[in-house]
């Protein structure tokens, strides 16, 4: 089959620029912003797993290797714009201005994990496709309020085969909803690689049927992610309607804590992936922005950052059981209310 959508970047793998249009818009300012965020929010997900294997935070989905993904998209928001995640884009709405105490409490099943914050961050979706109607619905609304927000609903890969994902591309192409379908095709849907779950070529490709334009992009190219993602939103903002980015990445390890990725893939792929962070710090070097001093300062600002946050998460106080039963239901069902009674019974309360 004819290959309609190429993948587009703008930096190859060595970090050397490919598309000299954009050579004037790779500012050191960018590179070097992108590469601290992406820095910060790989030291984050890396302590993030440390803990859960000490026990101390509860299952968790890590997502190194798609930093540059989420960074770029990120940071081509406004303030006053809707983020919706899947339990994987934590490093989105970190760099979207997520608090990081609230982010551990939420993988530590903590209520106060999903309290809302002055940003427009919605609570992560772990059904699959769901959050993708809920960004077309909110994009709608601020269209209709006659604002220019606009929002991106973040998913990856498995969510295609998903109906949600169907719905929400039909209803966003009808209404022509200031959204950004952002996929982040890592290739792997849980344990299922992406030849078994489609016989499509690409993702892009879907955006067809619903007359909607769309774009693949390398999503280990930051300067790609951010500058498609630019132009996206400019888009919608403009009243230009939705776009789908297939941001083309790779996790490298599991798709959460409580899997071994060895038993579905070959982990010597991983090894043989060109780390997103690596790519940029080559550029920086290629571009002469590279400094040894501040990168050491780098370092010690996010490991400070990350280390501050869990000793906040940690000094919570237990959580209330009650938590567990009183937020579900407006009067508690017969069966429910006996559980919680024969609980707090045994625990003496």
Not at 53 to 82: H, I, K, M, N
Not at 134 to 150: F, L, P, Q, S
Request: a negative charge.
């Amino acid at each position: 089959m004819e290959q309609h959508f190429p993948i587009q970047r703008i930096i190859d793998e060595e970090g050397r620029i490919i598309d000299a249009s954009k050579e004037h818009d790779l500012t050191k300012e960018l590179a070097l912003t992108l590469y601290e965020q992406m820095h910060r929010i790989r030291t984050f997900d890396r302590k993030a797993i440390n803990l859960q294997r000490q026990g101390r935070l509860g299952t968790y989905a890590p997502f190194e290797g798609q930093e540059a993904a989420q960074v770029g998209s990120a940071l081509a928001l406004s303030d006053q714009d809707w983020l919706f995640p899947t339990y994987r884009d934590h490093g989105a709405t970190l760099t979207f201005g997520a608090d990081m105490v609230r982010t551990l409490l939420y993988w530590n099943g903590r209520v106060e994990g999903c309290v809302p914050s002055e940003k427009h961050i919605f609570p992560p979706a772990v059904p699959i496709a769901t959050q993708i109607p809920h960004a077309v619905g909110a994009a709608w609304a601020e269209k209709r309020k006659g604002t220019t927000n606009v929002a991106v609903a973040y998913f990856g890969d498995g969510a295609t085969s998903e109906g949600d994902f169907h719905e929400g591309m039909n209803f966003a192409s009808v209404f022509q909803a200031p959204v950004i379908l952002f996929n982040q095709n890592n290739q792997f849907a849980i344990s299922v690689p992406i030849e078994k779950q489609m016989h499509s070529e690409t993702i892009a490709q879907k955006a067809i049927a619903y007359g909607m334009p769309s774009v693949r992009i390398d999503g280990n190219d930051a300067f790609a992610v951010y500058f498609t993602m630019q132009a996206a939103v400019a888009r919608a903002r403009s009243g230009g309607g939705p776009t789908l980015i297939e941001a083309v990445t790779w996790r490298f390890g599991a798709h959460t804590t409580a899997d071994d990725p060895t038993k579905y893939r070959d982990q010597a792929r991983s090894r043989d992936r060109v780390d997103p962070l690596d790519r940029l710090e080559q550029f920086l070097k290629h571009q002469g922005y590279f400094d040894e001093t501040w990168m050491q300062q780098l370092q010690e600002r996010h490991q400070t950052e990350v280390e501050a946050a869990v000793v906040a998460m940690e000094q919570f106080k237990a959580p209330d059981i009650n938590d567990l039963f009183d937020h579900t239901y407006a009067t508690l069902p017969v069966d429910v209310q006996q559980q919680k009674e024969a609980y707090l019974l045994a625990r003496g309360k």
